[in-house]
């Protein structure tokens, strides 16, 4: 089955830029989609299709992806970006849904 | 403004049945896939199963293949799962999720989640 491989955790100062890596074999020929869960919370889709921000996502998120990564940066990182974040693909070849692992970003 | 209510949660010895349901409003039920979703406690998301928004389709994690059962009444705007033979690993928080469109999309709204307890 597919696998996707997230850093356990990443921190950032404020004001500087995060990137929160997802690895898989050959993830450029998948469409990625990033997931923000905060404590306590249901998740919340921050990007989709690589690099799609849905309507109220603030243009300091923003995702690539290519090769054997899909990364998701979070520029001019607030205290409120402090969450998880979760890599997500379309596995066709099983037909399953295929998460990371999961990231936790601490904003110091 | 699209709403996910999930409900049905509960404690339940292992072997023991429960079934989930998720009230949707704001949106065409039946034309969307739907999802649930668990997490179990302090662990990441683990996709469970999906339903086309015909319910023709049905597509299931390895763990709960067999024991549960996803479903729809779009004419009540309702996603359900049936989970049978439960055991301790499936303690989780279930999520129902909506698919921005077809069953490859990405999950563009969720719900609250419900909490399943499996303990004896």
């Known amino acids: 089955s597919y696998v996707l491989t997230q850093a356990p955790s990443v921190s950032v100062t404020p004001g500087q830029t995060a990137r929160i890596t997802c690895g898989g074999n050959?993830?450029?020929?998948?469409?990625v989609n990033w997931y923000q869960q905060k404590a306590g919370q249901a998740p919340v889709l921050v990007v989709h299709d690589d690099s799609d921000r849905p309507s109220g996502i603030p243009e300091r998120l923003s995702g690539s992806n290519s090769g054997n990564t899909a990364t998701l940066t979070i520029s001019r990182a607030e205290a409120g970006d402090e969450a998880d974040y979760y890599c997500q693909v379309w596995d066709g070849s099983t037909d399953h849904v295929v998460f990371g692992g999961g990231t936790k970003l601490t904003v110091l | 403004e699209v709403q996910l209510l999930d409900s049905g949660g509960g404690l339940v010895q292992p072997g023991g049945s429960l079934k989930l349901s998720c009230a949707a409003s704001g949106f065409d039920f039946g034309g969307y896939a739907m999802s649930w979703v668990r997490q179990a406690p302090g662990k990441g998301l683990e996709w469970v199963s999906t339903l086309s928004g015909s319910g023709r389709s049905t597509y299931y994690s390895d763990s709960v293949k067999g024991r549960f059962t996803i479903s729809r009444d779009n004419s009540k705007n309702t996603l359900f799962l049936q989970m049978n033979s439960l055991r301790a690993e499936d303690t989780a928080i279930y999520f129902c999720?909506?698919?921005?469109?077809?069953?490859?999309?990405?999950?563009?709204?969720w719900g609250q989640g419900t909490l399943v307890t499996v303990s004896s």
């Open positions: 050959n993830i450029g020929s998948y469409s």
């Open positions: 999720a909506k698919k921005a469109d077809s069953v490859v999309t990405e999950f563009d709204s």
